[in-house]
């Protein structure tokens, strides 16, 4: 099952737009609030989840021939969160580059890769196929279409993330059921499903780290 569709692209733009219109509305003292994330603050938040421009550029340059190893988002986040895998093993790595951006890019940089720069960039990678393979440095390759698949998730997880610490209106609908469905995939299904309908005795959430 897969959910690399056009309307990936367009949610995800969107998600962004939240985000950049968030972040132009918070004063000062906002971008140090504390989140419910230890030791991260708002803009820490900003900037983990902040688009990388030449990110989506390099995409181009990474592309393979031949199918992907990795074909959907479900398939990325189940290998990062196996035990032992890098969502547990690059926790702290991940929180320090994070607070080493925050550090380094003024909230209003921050806003504009969301609301600006993220977004053409994302534009300039339209044509690319969603099944198209690109390279990978730990799972070999994956598809453009499962990237974006991680992203939304991502940029809708720490939405909430986000809310949580300074309030506002929840993720688009669109956002939501899509990153409800993903997640809820990662899991196995029969053990989902038993604890969903109250037989199961098996833990099954998180499924993310």
Not at 9 to 24: C, D, I, T, V
Not at 48 to 64: I, N, Q, S, T
Not at 150 to 168: F, K, P, R, S, W
């Amino acid at each position: 099952m897969t959910r690399q569709t056009g309307d990936v692209p367009a949610l995800l733009a969107e998600a962004w737009a939240s985000w950049a219109e968030r972040g132009a509305a918070l004063d000062e003292a906002s971008w140090g609030l504390a989140t419910r994330l230890p030791g991260w603050t708002v803009r820490d938040l900003y900037a983990h989840v902040a688009p990388v421009p030449e990110m989506f550029a390099g995409l181009r340059g990474a592309l393979v021939d031949g199918p992907a190893e990795v074909t959907t988002g479900v398939g990325i986040l189940r290998a990062y969160n196996r035990p032992g895998g890098i969502a547990h093993t690059a926790a702290e790595q991940v929180a320090e580059t994070a607070k080493q951006t925050a550090a380094a890019a003024e909230p209003a940089e921050l806003v504009a890769r969301f609301g600006a720069e993220g977004p053409a960039a994302l534009a300039g990678i339209a044509d690319l196929a969603p099944t198209a393979a690109v390279a990978h440095p730990l799972l070999g390759s994956v598809t453009v279409g499962a990237l974006g698949e991680v992203a939304l998730m991502e940029a809708t997880v720490h939405l909430l993330d986000l809310i949580a610490a300074i309030g506002g209106p929840p993720p688009s609908d669109g956002a939501l059921h899509f990153t409800r469905a993903l997640l809820a995939e990662v899991a196995d299904p029969v053990a989902f499903i038993e604890a969903a309908a109250g037989r199961g005795t098996t833990a099954v959430l998180p499924v993310i780290r």
